[in-house]
């Protein structure tokens, strides 16, 4: 049986990352991965997989309604980057259940401070 402390744990880290995911466009990777690492101890293979079976299904689906209201939404790019997303998912985990915990752990730190650094320092 979860603890009512977990429950509300999680309930907080998935608002979180549907409040992020809707507002920045990511959530997943960003707050879901290293908030289960972090607060329940999951290895980095489990909190990836955890993550991408919450996104599986709702994906953003009332966010995306909001932007497509707006005028926001180029369904012909998004057609396009779906398919290859299915395609570079599988292939990405494929090799991700391959890589021991530590190094991907490593490696996903890493692409995070690398795309923070230049977010925060690029020219645009």
């Known amino acids: 049986m979860m603890a009512i402390q977990d429950i509300i744990l ?6 979180m990352a549907g409040i992020v995911g809707g ?6 990777g960003i707050i ?8 329940f101890g999951m ?20 966010a995306v309604l909001n932007y497509y209201k707006k005028g ?16 570079g998912s599988y292939i990405g985990s494929a090799l991700s259940v ?3 915990d530590r190094i991907l752990k490593k490696i996903f730190g890493l692409l995070m401070l690398v795309v ?5 320092f690029g020219k645009n």
């Open 23 to 28: 507002t920045l466009g990511v959530g997943g």
């Open 10 to 15: 999680l309930i907080v880290i998935g608002l």
């Open 43 to 62: 290895t980095q293979h489990m909190a990836q997989g955890t993550s991408l079976a919450v996104l599986l299904f709702p994906v953003g689906l009332f």
């Open 98 to 100: 391959n890589i021991p």
């Open 116 to 120: 923070s650094v230049r977010m925060i």
């Open 72 to 87: 926001y939404v180029n369904f012909k790019f998004a057609l396009i980057l779906i398919a290859a997303f299915l395609l």
């Open 32 to 39: 879901i991965v290293p908030a289960l690492v972090f607060f």
